[in-house]
């Protein structure tokens, strides 16, 4: 099926990331780890790491029937923070940005139209 076969790469992902084997999460430890014997590491000063640690897009999943209402802010000055629930029910989400950096209400409209376009694949 058509959900299915969407589904199973971000399943993949996401069982990989939570379980450590995310590459980046290997790289922080080792960052951490040369920090806490105050080594420099050229590797961490670099610009190429420092591009793939700039993340503009963080999320994060709100899964918990616990949780009502929940926040995630962008981690980096520019950038967005996503919370999100996906349940039986529907979808929910919201969406935050630092005072005067990035307009949530563009992307707000962009997932909006993204959604109401994947439910139509449903439908037909």
Do not use: C, W
């Not at 971000?10 to 922080?28: Q, S, V």
């Not at 780890?33 to 080594?39: G, V």
């Not at 963080?58 to 029937?65: A, M, V």
């Amino acid at each position: 099926s058509l959900s299915l076969s969407l589904s199973l790469p971000f399943m993949y992902l996401t069982t990989h990331t939570n379980t450590g084997k995310g590459f980046d999460r290997h790289l922080f430890a080792l960052k951490r780890f040369a920090e806490n014997l105050r080594e420099n590491v050229d590797l961490f000063e670099s610009a190429p790491y420092k591009n793939i640690n700039h993340i503009e897009l963080s999320t994060s999943t709100l899964t918990s029937p616990a949780v009502q209402l929940g926040g995630f802010a962008p981690v980096v000055e520019n950038g967005l923070g996503v919370g999100y629930r996906v349940d039986n029910d529907g979808i929910a989400s919201q969406v935050t940005a630092y005072n005067g950096h990035k307009n949530p209400s563009d992307f707000v409209n962009a997932l909006h139209t993204s959604l109401q376009d994947i439910q139509g694949l449903f439908e037909e």
